[in-house]
């Protein structure tokens, strides 16, 4: 291809000249041992080292981000030649195509003509008719003490060949010619693999299904085998091609081999032009036919078929019959591992004493991600949930309305009736990340979820915060101004939590969890990169402050009559938070190995941590209420003229003792006055070193002195 490249580029003056590195044993022993691993990492260094690169069609989805959209660069007549189906299933990544194929493999059935021409016996078309008419012959050769018939070579050996051979078999279970590749869980990919150990049990053995293909050409040359699938017969012209068996008439499937040729995303675009030159000459019609006569192989180009000069040497009728599918195209799971497994636990059916059912779930869970959904696995788990959230959603909105009786105004009076509807809303917002825990892991769920944790747990703590500057011992400006902007503070709260969630917004990603022989599952996580973690440590720090204040100021505020009880009800829940909260920690950084514990352990945690700071907060207000034995309104009354009686006798007591006050004040004025001079020079030095040299003492000073006294209301 090169040499009639760089001729036609003489020829034709485009000045371009195209080099063909080969990667041998001899050359880059790395590469040969393990060819994924090679190019991912010249793709992932963004190396401009190679142009053009071929690389085998199983490889289109994990390597189609760092190829070109052929279709933004190709004339649309050249791309038109190709199979759009086929394209479809070895060279599409995300809607773009990544890479035309240079050559394609497939496989088919070799039947060998002498034998059934001699039995009068038809090319099988159905596997049920592969084997009755092995059967048949074997036994017929037998009798005339040929023993040396094998019926059919199967391919099954540990190698990508036996993956092909699982999956071409399977696919020819499908329903129909139009239908998918049935579920592994199915009873059509059960029926597909009871009939491969049957067809080895009755008509080849253990060793020929396993041994290499060296050895199913060997049995072909020597003309011991009936039936032979390979994927080219050069060897011996007493055999006739045919399409794979399936378990219908007219029912067939062929995995599609071979390899694409893309264009590097990263090569120079000084040279772009030039590629796209080599690249149209390489994927033409006149090199894809050259190389269909030259080694019977397929092309992506089905008009080639038509054409008569190929088919004096190919059988194209054959061709055009083709019923491929693509093997798996992951992304997130590596191919080899995965074809690894396949055939592991296949074996362990074909040549071992492990069931089809179950051999067949384990490959389904290879890939499958479960999750608890109400829609599927674990439905009854999912509901038991989903209606105690709902639940306790419907009960907190609905205990709201006790804020509007008036005779239990003094229980709920520690918060403002808006203020409780935003902590009761917070701790809603925490109970609604257990609902989020349904259903498959996506990236909106992780954004609400780390909100709904965010937003909530502000709406709990603000208000309380507010509250304690509002009441704070001594009067303040800025108590005053809290007091009368209370929703501007609320709102700067909110405010950086939605910052920080919008730098967050762009950093989550779903993460896979593949324990050993168990149930794959995702979970949310954050990418690893400084800004997320920049931006946790913020969020951290935050919390902790407005956590750390609302202590301080409780210790300060801890003997003030009117909030007593209701600051000693903070207190719980904030200790019971910070317990939660480093629960949650050690819970995210435990590795997690199964989705189900998975699901309780968080369900259970937002519904403990949200009933817990609901029942301390507010329900615990409304037992207060249910356990009351007298009646409210006439205690209301009783206590307003209790107070009113108090506040008449200290009005008089006040009076009496205030002409007693002035007297004696004058005296002790006179006193004092006479030793100041003497004093006032040592007790100048000393408040000075005080104030400058003991400023963080003076602060603790002040907040215990505030502690340890007795306030019958706040200021405001």
């Known amino acids: 291809m090169a040499k009639e490249f760089n001729k036609y580029s003489k020829e034709n003056n485009l000045n371009i000249t195209l080099n063909l590195i080969l990667l041998t044993p001899e050359n880059s022993t790395i590469f040969f041992n393990d060819y994924e691993s090679t190019l991912e990492s010249l793709f992932k260094k963004g190396s401009d080292k190679y142009d053009i690169i071929v690389f085998d069609v199983v490889y289109s989805q994990k390597f189609g981000p760092y190829f070109l959209d052929l279709k933004k660069y190709l004339p649309q007549d050249h791309m038109d030649m190709y199979n759009s189906n086929l394209l479809s299933i070895i060279g599409t990544y995300e809607n773009k195509i990544v890479g035309l194929p240079v050559l394609l493999d497939y496989t088919f059935l070799y039947s060998n003509m002498n034998l059934l021409n001699k039995y009068e016996k038809k090319i099988p078309t159905t596997w049920n008719e592969l084997l009755e008419t092995a059967i048949y012959i074997k036994d017929k050769e037998k009798q005339l003490h040929n023993r040396d018939i094998i019926g059919y070579n199967g391919l099954f050996e540990d190698s990508e060949i036996g993956s092909f051979a699982i999956l071409e078999f399977i696919y020819s279970y499908r329903e129909n010619i139009n239908s998918t590749f049935p579920d592994f869980t199915s009873q059509n990919a059960i029926n597909a693999l009871e009939m491969i150990k049957k067809i080895k049990n009755e008509i080849s053995s253990d060793f020929i299904f396993s041994s290499e293909i060296y050895i199913s050409i060997l049995n072909l040359i020597e003309e011991k085998i009936l039936f032979c699938k390979l994927f080219s017969n050069d060897f011996n012209l007493n055999y006739t091609k045919s399409l794979i068996p399936g378990h219908k008439e007219g029912i067939s499937g062929t995995s599609v081999g071979g390899y694409n040729i893309g264009i590097n995303k990263y090569s120079a675009p000084e040279k772009r032009d030039s590629v796209i030159e080599t690249y149209k000459f390489l994927t033409s019609k006149k090199i894809q036919k050259e190389l269909l006569i030259k080694f019977d192989f397929g092309s992506g180009i089905m008009s080639l078929y038509e054409d008569e000069e190929v088919c ?4 194209c009728e054959v061709f055009k019959r083709v019923q491929p599918f693509g093997r798996p195209n992951l992304i997130s799971y590596d191919y080899d591992s995965y074809s ?16 089809s059912y179950d ?13 608890i959904s109400i829609y599927g696995d674990n439905a009854t788990l999912a509901y038991i949930f989903y209606f105690i ?30 203020f409780w509807f935003l902590v009761i809303i917070g701790i809603i917002c925490i109970l609604c990340q257990g609902i989020l825990e349904n259903g498959p892991r996506t990236i909106l769920k992780c954004e609400l979820s780390i909100s709904f944790l965010m937003i909530g747990s502000t709406l709990i703590l603000i208000p309380i915060l507010h509250k304690l500057i509002v009441n704070f011992p001594e009067e303040n400006k800025f108590s005053i101004w809290i007091a009368n902007h209370k929703f501007i503070f609320i709102i700067f709260f909110i405010g950086i939590d939605i910052i920080h969630l919008i730098i967050l917004s762009s950093l989550y990603t779903i993460k896979q969890i593949t324990p050993t022989e168990m149930k794959n599952f995702e979970i949310c996580a954050l990418e690893s990169k400084t800004l997320s973690y920049l931006d946790i440590i913020s969020i951290t720090v935050i919390k902790s402050i407005v956590l750390i204040i609302i202590l301080v100021l409780i210790y300060s505020e801890w003997n003030l009559k009117r909030t007593l009880y209701d600051l000693r009800f903070v207190v719980l829940a904030i200790y019971t938070d910070i317990l939660f909260l480093i629960m949650l920690f050690f819970m995210k950084n435990v590795n997690d190995t199964n989705y189900i514990s998975h699901y309780i352990k968080n369900s259970l ?23 009351k034995k007298e009646n409210d309104e006439s205690l209301f009354i009783k206590n307003i003229n209790k107070q009113f009686i108090n506040n008449e006798s200290s009005i008089m007591k006040t009076m009496e003792i205030s002409t007693s006050q002035n007297q004696s004040t004058t005296t002790k004025n006179i006193i004092d006055n006479s030793n100041f001079n003497t004093n006032n020079t040592s007790n100048s030095s000393e408040n000075y070193s005080y104030n400058n040299n003991n400023t963080k003492g003076y602060i603790i000073k002040k907040i215990y002195d505030y502690h340890r006294k007795s306030y019958s209301s706040s200021n405001y």
Request: no cysteine; net charge negative.
């Open 340 to 355: 690894e497994l396949l055939r592991t636990y296949v074996y362990e059916f074909l040549y071992g004493n492990s069931s």
């Open 389 to 418: 959230f709902s639940f306790f959603i419907v009960f907190m909105f609905s205990s709201l309305i006790m804020l509007y009786f008036m005779r239990f105004e003094s229980y709920f009076s520690f918060l403002s009736t808006d």
């Open 312 to 315: 004096k040497n190919v059988d």
């Open 605 to 627: 945690f937002y519904l403990l941590f949200s009933l817990l700071n609901y029942s301390i907060l507010y329900f615990s207000r409304i037992v207060m209420i249910l356990l």
């Open 359 to 371: 051999v067949l779930e384990k490959i389904d869970d290879i890939l499958k991600i479960y999750n």
